[in-house]
């Protein structure tokens, strides 16, 4: 099993910046993709940025391309997701996920472990 614990959401204006944190506990840290997903009010959950097992490779949802970066340390077991220029249509509660593999993962249904999300909320 792996627990995930999201940090560091809030309330910001547009054109904010704000930086996630998920703390993964319980098994090897390396072993593991992780994937950044939101859920915004009455929509499905939407990938937003995955990055690889060494974090050397990541990947993203072609609208969040050049506002949000994903990064892992692997020595503190800590994914992170970086959020600038952020727009009202960000809001959302942002969640981490993690799979053991070592592929490029962009489904919700690709990922075995969740934390419970944090929420991001951004004013016009």
């Known amino acids: 099993q792996v627990q995930l614990v999201e940090s560091g959401g809030g309330l910001v204006q547009a054109g904010d910046s704000l930086r996630l944190s998920c703390a993964a506990s319980g098994r090897t840290f390396s072993d593991y993709t992780m994937g950044w997903f939101r859920q915004a009010p009455g929509k499905e959950r939407e990938f937003v940025a995955g990055i690889s097992r060494s974090g050397a490779g990541t990947y993203y949802a072609d609208s969040m391309k050049g506002r949000f970066t994903i990064s892992r340390d692997n020595a503190k077991n800590t994914v992170y997701l970086q959020m600038n220029s952020l727009k009202p249509e960000d809001t959302a509660v942002y969640y981490c996920?993690?799979?053991?593999?070592?592929?490029?993962?962009?489904?919700?249904?690709?990922?075995?472990?969740w934390g419970q999300g944090t929420q991001v909320t951004v004013s016009s």
């Open positions: 996920a993690a799979v053991r593999t070592s592929a490029q993962m962009m489904g919700v249904r690709d990922y075995d472990y």
